[in-house]
Nanobody, 121 residues
Framework: QVQLVESGGGLVQAGGSLRLSCAASGSIFSINAMGWYRQAPGKQRELVATITSGGSTNYPDSVKGRFTISRDAAKNTVALQMNSLKPEDTAVYYC???????????????WGQGTLVTVSS
């Protein structure tokens, strides 16, 4: 089994910053892409940022230039630095990873439980 645990959410004023962290644990052989998604009330879950095992990143226009994703392959962690936050960034943020899980080296997509980010105006 593989688990993802997020931390770092909270309440921040518009223009402020927050850093989210996510740690993977369990029977992990390797991790492919990792990412962050978010879901605001009444809306569908959407992509926030992804990072491949090689370090290539991808962001939608809505967060480009404000958010930065990074990962520590040795520690199986991924982080999301969020700057210049806006009220429309308010959502539950979910960590995601594509994991090759032992002992049978099966590919599994894993989600964290989510962490709430609230940006006040």
């Amino acid at each position: 089994q593989v688990q993802l645990v997020e931390s770092g959410g909270g309440l921040v004023q518009a223009g402020g910053s927050l850093r989210l962290s996510c740690a993977a644990s369990g029977s992990i052989f390797s991790i492919n892409a990792m990412g962050w998604y978010r879901q605001a009330p009444g809306k569908q879950r959407e992509l926030v940022a992804t990072i491949t095992s090689g370090g290539s990143t991808n962001y939608p226009d809505s967060v480009k230039g404000r958010f930065t994703i990074s990962r520590d392959a040795a520690k199986n962690t991924v982080a999301l630095q969020m700057n210049s936050l806006k009220p429309e960034d308010t959502a539950v943020y979910y960590c995601n990873a594509g994991v090759i899980s032992g002992p049978r080296y099966l590919y599994v997509e894993v989600w964290g439980q989510g962490t709430l980010v609230t940006v006040s105006s």
